[in-house]
Nanobody
Framework: QVQLVESGGGLVQAGGSLRLSCVAS????????MGWFRQAPGKEREFVAA?????????YSADSVKGRFTISRDNTKNTVYLQMNSLKPEDTAVYYC???????????????WGQGTQVTVSS
């Protein structure tokens, strides 16, 4: 069992930056690939970024965040990060981290989910 707790969300102006953190409980964190997803009001939850268990492989949403967001992890701290730069109003959403067996863009591939953290970008 893995429990995930996100933090670092908040209100930021367009062009600003935030760093989200997701801390995992349990001793098996390093066995899991980790992903970040987001869900805006009235929209489906969508993939943002994923990272392999070792951190050696990363995948990003093709158009919306690539070049602006960076996913990383520190297995010694059981933590995965999402550095978000050049934020835009359309990045406003609840951001969720998730743990699964492979760095996948598909929600169904993730077994454990956090409760989410709100990110609001004002124009």
């Amino acid at each position: 069992q893995v429990q995930l707790v996100e933090s670092g969300g908040g209100l930021v102006q367009a062009g600003g930056s935030l760093r989200l953190s997701c801390v995992a409980s349990g001793r098996t964190f390093s066995s899991y690939a980790m992903g970040w997803f987001r869900q805006a009001p009235g929209k489906e939850r969508e993939f943002v970024a994923a990272i392999s268990w070792s951190g050696g492989s990363t995948t990003y949403s093709a158009d919306s965040v690539k070049g602006r967001f960076t996913i990383s992890r520190d297995n010694t701290k059981n933590t995965v990060y999402l550095q978000m730069n050049s934020l835009k109003p359309e990045d406003t959403a609840v951001y969720y981290c998730a743990a699964g067996m492979g760095p996948s863009i598909y929600r169904a591939q993730y077994t454990y989910w956090g409760q989410g953290t709100q990110v609001t970008v004002s124009s």
